[in-house]
């Protein structure tokens, strides 16, 4: 690939008519300038030293409560104090070394990156003598030897980061199953399908997350909730009957053009709560995957590939709303094995 | 109020809201203005007046007895207000969403049409027809007592169920197709609880039976509250996030620091001679 | 005045004989003398212009980020053990949160200049990523990149990487919902990894999201791991600034082997340790009226809360831009699954970027075949093809910014999100070859105008009349400087078609290699105009002069013409 470089020698239209000749500041020939650009930058450095001194008064002054613009009034002076000192002694030293110091541009001469040949004999032979003497590339088996212990250090720096976490364990059933009362979110109250109105939307979740075992500490709390919650979340929303066009196997799901489904989007996992009323779509503020309630959750714009999961419902002996099942399809993001999961889910059922 | 949106891209939908605009200014305000003013409570009266005012400005839509007006194709023109009651009207018309100025995939707020006399008559009128969510009173709106743990759930109950459009200081946020959540700022009490309890447009019905009235009144406590608050960091760029803080990063931060860049390599003032 | 008669010699001060003790101390054992001379480090040239700042604005919003990190360590708990927040900030009081939010929320109200720091903070995190951008574009088009300089491109590119996720790991670190929303969309993208992709995402959050562990992981990335490789990266970075001297524009007396500026001790020394002062005041100022990451606004993180508008940090609206206009592929090989969906747009598109950043000087070295070193920069108008390439990367990547702001727009501008959506969707792939190919008959047109300077002169502005009547304006020759500063790039090289057989007429090996490599570097070419020969310049000579044979002449107030040809005036 040496080949193609030949270009045409002395064939540089225009000499180099080398550099040219210094041209003065005002500030190298005037006094008066001079002295005004000293005066200038001295103020700068005097003005920073003040707003220095302002910004230790603030900061015992100033009240945390107080504002000022609607803005807090201490995160303001702190900020423009030392903000302003900050710039103004930038600006000095930028405009001293730009007016006063030296100006004359000086010449460096490069050389190739790259060392001269002598320096890489020379190297070479150093190199040389080191592996010799080391018996490197004449005892073969310690040579090995070394390699396979370096290559088996790999292991153990591996295998100690294998309790970083579990192994990953597929879809677990969520905190849904037979009989348990979909309850609002926040208050936790139990719902009937009369306290919902067409057009209505509850974000809800399963009544065991607002239940307290016998000593009154929650059943569920912490990090198990938080990790329950992004599964278990779901959406109520009621529709006209005669809107809704369940799938085969789904006409029983709801209650009276009560439905509900997982709140957690099949993209990446949002809680989508953005319902349209009158379309019946449902989307996610993260990428708008847009999915169709009154279409068993069908995706209808958006990155999402897997219909949002519907949850069958039903009504308890109270008149409450209960879940009939755990979700019959994995709830949330995709996963490698989630083809298999999803086997075994319609297996079960 | 289901369908309106659908009714709202008809092709003369324009035309006939620019009609029913001039009637409402030319003709009626003065005709129905002079009437005598009657109590709080809605009067037969009231109801009167409500459906004359209907008759002109709403019927063309809405259909001569409010019952809506279906399409050819079998959609709605403008939805039967049958039923949704008098909030759902003072919502609408005290927002001055309704009536719709233009064609338009939603009903954007604007100055309201018509005075608040006549607001309430129109309501009066539309509740007598059929028994709906009645404009909320004090134990919806009323936010002057509110105790601290209560903001905080009214914020609990904000974030879950309103946070997702609206935002979460209620700028407001996108919804398909050009339809969108409106911002919640200078929006007031009473709009906010009507709108929870009717569900005008696309957005959903929170009744009291799951979002009881306190509750629904703590969460206005908490949005007038973070409505409130100082901007504490300074300007906010609109509670739009880090869109915003990228434009900023962008066009005042590696704007002013390019300019400082460009001063310091300047060459600065010459003279000819020493 | 700075006159040579007035200086006097450090030594000979009070401060340098009371320090000629210990200075002399610390030589005995460093030899710092000798190495300073060796390497001419005191007075080390580097050339002034103004894109030569670009990357400083990076190196110092670094320090920044360093100093107001470590404050912020103080009172910061990286701990998602929950706890009941009772501080300043009355909406949120009572609410149970994780330590980790509580604490940046005690910063933000509680600790005095806690809320500036944190701002300052963030905001020169968001500089450092956007100031390395600049930095780089400067030297790709440029070319300042090309041999000696491929390997520092390579370590630029490192910290590039770093960056993203170094400020990825402290957008997460609060814990406020915001933040929360952004590690769900990591672990739906660890998920979409194929085949090892659970384990990734059970080995990095401890299990099943959110777990408890991920928020004290970052924080040790953040704040350990990732600075001390971005130190050790910078710091070699520097060093090899310095070894291979800093590019410079091409002018008289400005060569390939010399570099001409202000040495290091003083001037530069100042301009940068002033722009120091400047990155750092001005991150201050913004801090102190621009308020970012109001995380009091958004609440703590909960799985089943969201906010419109959730977006992450600048730098990666490009990926989130390229997952949200991804039509929904998924499918399923192998009992597995595969989610393309998010795959393809958060791993693979961030990584064919990479790779092309990566590839870049080497492609560009195996299209020109040029091996020599360079030093002199080059104008983008006199490589078109590579300035047209950055800007149709520049494209994609703009594209895929409206895609990640697509709700913002939408609701700004009264746009339809799906129509928005359906935008990027097509301009991706369709508007980089349009500003491609606009750029490219851009910088020919200027290669063309520079050519058309040289050999007719630039326009005096002067009118003249000839005889019969006819109107011309008077063409001058550019000063030889300005001349000299416009030819002094390579000539195009001879295009010729690899030869199809060997000298024996043995079909040439790599044969196919080579047809490919003919086809690319005549695109490269393609169109370029070459900059005027010898006998055209010296036809332009005489052209220029006046009818009687004498150089134009244009009286002693003319002060010549800058280097683009436009004429000064005092």
Redesign the interface.
């Known amino acids: 690939m040496s080949d193609e470089l030949d270009r045409v020698p002395d064939t540089e239209p225009v000499r180099d008519p080398g550099l040219p000749e210094h041209?003065?500041?005002?500030t190298?020939?005037d006094a008066a300038q001079d002295k005004r650009a000293e005066r200038q930058i001295s103020g700068m450095f005097a003005v920073a030293a003040l707003l220095l001194v302002g910004f230790c008064v603030g900061y015992i002054m100033i009240d945390k409560d107080q504002?000022f613009l609607?803005?807090?009034a201490m995160?303001?002076t702190l900020?423009a104090t030392l903000g302003g000192a900050l710039l103004l002694m930038g600006v000095g030293i930028?405009q001293w070394a730009?007016?006063l110091m030296g100006d004359h541009e000086m010449v460096e001469l490069r050389h190739p990156a790259g060392s001269t040949a002598e320096d890489r004999a020379d190297t070479l032979k150093d190199l040389n003598d080191g592996i010799n003497e080391s018996g490197f590339g004449r005892r073969p088996m310690i040579r090995r030897t070394l390699f396979l212990s370096m290559g088996a250090l790999a292991l153990p720096s591996v295998i100690l980061l294998r309790d970083m976490g579990p192994l990953p364990y597929g879809h677990k059933n969520t905190l849904w199953k037979k009989g348990m009362r979909v309850v609002?979110?926040?208050?936790g109250?139990p719902?009937?399908p009369?306290?919902?109105?067409?057009?209505?939307?509850?974000?809800a979740e399963p009544a065991i997350m607002y239940e307290k075992d016998k000593d009154g500490h929650p059943v569920i709390e912490g990090t198990e909730l938080l990790q329950e919650k992004s599964k278990a979340a779901v959406i109520v929303?009621r529709m006209r009957p005669e809107d809704i066009t369940p799938d085969k196997g789904r006409e029983n799901w709801g209650v009276d053009g009560i439905l509900c489904y997982s709140k957690i989007c099949t993209h990446v996992g949002c809680?989508?709560?953005?319902?349209?009323?009158?379309?019946h779509?449902l989307?996610c503020?993260c990428h708008?995957s847009?999915f169709d309630l009154a279409d068993n959750g069908k995706v209808v714009?958006g990155p999402a590939h897997r219909p949002l999961p519907q949850l069958p419902l039903a009504v308890d002996a109270d008149g409450y709303l209960i879940a009939v099942s755990d979700f019959t399809e994995v709830v949330g993001p995709s996963y490698p094995e989630l083809a298999r999961d999803q086997k075994r889910l319609d297996d079960k059922s | 109020m289901?369908?309106?949106?659908?009714r709202r891209r008809h092709p003369l939908a324009g035309i006939v809201v620019l009609l029913l605009a001039l009637g409402v200014v030319g003709g009626v305000y003065s005709a129905v203005r002079f009437q005598p003013a009657s109590a709080e409570t809605a009067s037969a009266n009231d109801v009167k007046a409500g459906r004359n005012l209907f008759l002109v400005g709403c019927a063309s839509c809405h259909g001569k007895n409010a019952s809506g007006i279906e399409t050819k194709r079998g959609g709605n023109y403008g939805p039967s207000l049958i039923g949704v009651g008098a909030a759902a009207v003072d919502f609408q018309v005290g927002t001055g969403r309704m009536p719709m100025a233009q064609s338009a995939?939603q009903a954007p707020a604007k100055d309201p049409e018509y005075t608040a006399e006549e607001t309430r008559q129109l309501a009066a009128y539309i509740a007598s027809l059929a028994p709906g969510p009645a404009i909320p009173d004090d134990e919806y709106t009323d936010i002057s007592g509110k105790t601290?743990?209560q903001?905080?759930?009214g914020?609990?109950?904000f974030?879950?169920?309103c946070?997702?459009?609206?935002?979460?200081?209620g700028?407001?946020?996108?919804?398909?197709?050009?339809?969108?959540?409106p911002k919640l700022d200078g929006v007031s009490a009473k709009h906010i609880a009507e709108a929870m309890i009717t569900?005008p447009?696309?957005?959903?019905?929170?009744?009291d039976?799951?979002?009881?009235p306190e509750?629904k009144s703590n969460i206005i406590a908490?949005i007038k509250?973070?409505q409130d608050?100082?901007?504490?960091?300074?300007?906010?760029?609109g509670?739009?996030?880090?869109?915003?803080?990228?434009l900023?990063?962008?066009i005042?931060?590696?704007g002013?620091?390019?300019i400082?860049?460009?001063?310091?390599?300047?060459?600065?003032?010459?003279?000819?001679?020493? | 005045m700075s006159t040579i008669d007035e200086s006097t010699n450090i030594e000979d001060t009070a401060f340098g004989k009371k320090a000629a003790g210990p200075v002399e101390w610390l030589d005995d054992r460093l030899g710092l003398a000798g190495a300073s001379k060796r390497s001419h480090l005191l007075r080390k040239v580097f050339p002034?212009?103004?894109?030569?700042?670009?990357g400083?604005?990076a190196l110092w919003s670094f320090v920044v980020l360093l100093l107001t990190g470590t404050f912020l360590t103080f009172w910061y708990q990286p701990s998602m053990a929950e706890t009941t927040y009772n501080g300043s900030y009355?909406?949120?009081?009572?609410?149970e949160m994780s330590h980790a939010y509580a604490s940046t929320l005690d910063i933000?109200?509680d600790v005095r200049g806690g809320?500036l720091i944190r701002?300052i903070h963030?905001?020169a995190a968001?500089?450092f990523v956007?100031?390395m951008i600049?930095h780089m574009l400067r030297v790709m088009f440029t070319g300042a990149y090309r041999k000696p300089r491929e390997i520092n491109w390579l370590i630029g590119i490192g910290l590039m990487v770093l960056g993203l996720v170094e400020g990825f790991a402290g957008y997460s670190l609060p814990d406020d919902?915001?933040s929360g929303t952004g590690l769900r969309f990591v672990d739906g993208l660890l998920r979409s990894i194929p085949i090892v992709g659970s384990y990734l995402e059970f080995f990095l959050f401890g299990g099943e999201f959110p777990g408890d562990v991920i928020i004290p992981r970052l924080y040790m990335a953040h704040i350990l791991l990732i600075p001390a490789l971005l130190l050790g990266l910078i710091g070699a970075h520097m060093l090899l600034l310095v070894y291979h001297k800093h590019t410079q524009w091409g002018g008289p007396g400005r060569t390939e082997k010399n570099v001409v500026g202000y040495p290091m001790l003083p001037v530069y020394a100042a301009?940068a340790g002033?722009?120091f002062f400047?990155?750092f005041g001005?991150?201050a100022i913004?801090?102190?009226?621009?308020?970012?990451?109001?995380i009091?606004?958004?609440?703590p993180y909960?799985p089943?809360?969201?906010?419109?508008?959730?977006?992450?940090?600048?730098y990666m609206?490009f990926v989130e831009g390229a997952v949200r206009i991804m039509p929904n592929f998924e499918s399923t090989f192998f009992n597995y699954t595969w989610s393309w969906n998010v795959f393809l747009p958060a791993a693979i598109l961030p990584g064919l970027f990479l790779g092309v950043g990566v590839m870049w000087p080497f492609l560009e070295q195996w299209i020109t075949g040029d091996k020599r070193e360079h030093h002199l920069l080059e104008r983008p108008r006199n490589a078109p093809f590579r300035t047209a390439f950055i800007v149709a990367a520049m494209t994609a990547y703009g594209v895929l910014w409206i895609g990640?702001?697509?709700?913002?727009i939408?609701?700004?501008f009264?746009?339809?999100?799906?129509?928005i959506t359906w935008f990027c969707r097509i301009g991706l792939f369709v508007l980089p070859v349009i500003t491609f190919m606009i750029t490219k008959r851009i910088c020919i047109g200027l290669q063309r105008a520079d050519a058309n300077r040289i050999l007719h002169g630039y326009e005096t502005g002067v009118i003249e009349r000839s005889p019969d009547g006819g109107f011309a304006e008077r063409h001058a020759p550019l000063p030889v400087g300005s001349q000299f500063t416009l030819t002094n790039h390579d000539r195009l090289p001879a295009l010729e078609a690899p030869p199809e057989t060997d000298a024996n007429g043995v079909a040439a090996p790599h044969g196919r290699k080579a047809k490919l490599r003919a086809k690319v570097r005549a695109f490269y070419y393609d169109g370029m105009i070459d900059k005027p020969t010898v006998e055209d310049v010296h036809h332009a000579d005489e052209h220029l002069r006046d009818h009687d044979g004498h150089p134009v002449e244009l009286g002693d107030e003319f002060q010549g013409v800058s280097e683009t040809g436009v004429p000064r005036v005092h």
């Open positions: 041209q003065y500041r005002p190298d020939v504002t609607g803005w807090s995160n303001f900020g930028i730009k007016k609002n979110d926040v208050a109250t719902i009937k009369s306290d919902l109105q067409v057009g209505q939307l509850v974000n929303v809680p989508i709560s953005l319902w349209e009323q009158q379309t779509h989307l503020p708008q847009t714009f | 289901r369908k309106l949106s659908t995939p601290v743990e903001i905080r759930e914020g609990e109950f974030r879950t169920n946070t997702a459009c609206h935002n979460s200081v700028a407001g946020g996108a919804l398909p197709g050009g339809k969108y959540a569900g447009q696309q957005m959903p019905v929170f009744s039976d799951v979002i009881t509750d908490y509250q973070v608050q100082p901007n504490y960091g300074g300007m906010a760029g509670g739009l996030g880090p869109v915003v803080d990228g900023f990063t962008w005042i931060g590696i002013g620091l390019v400082a860049a460009v001063w310091i390599g300047a060459h600065g003032a010459r003279v000819k001679k020493k | 002034e212009h103004w894109s030569f700042m670009l400083e604005i009355t909406p949120l009081n009572g609410l933000s109200f809320l701002q963030h905001w968001a500089l956007a100031a600049v919902l915001l301009k002033g722009f400047v990155v001005f991150t913004m801090g102190a009226v621009l308020q970012i990451n109001p009091w606004a958004y609440g909960n089943s809360e969201v906010t419109a508008g959730s977006q992450p940090d600048w609206g990640g702001g697509n709700d913002i939408a609701t700004k009264h746009l339809s999100l799906n129509a």
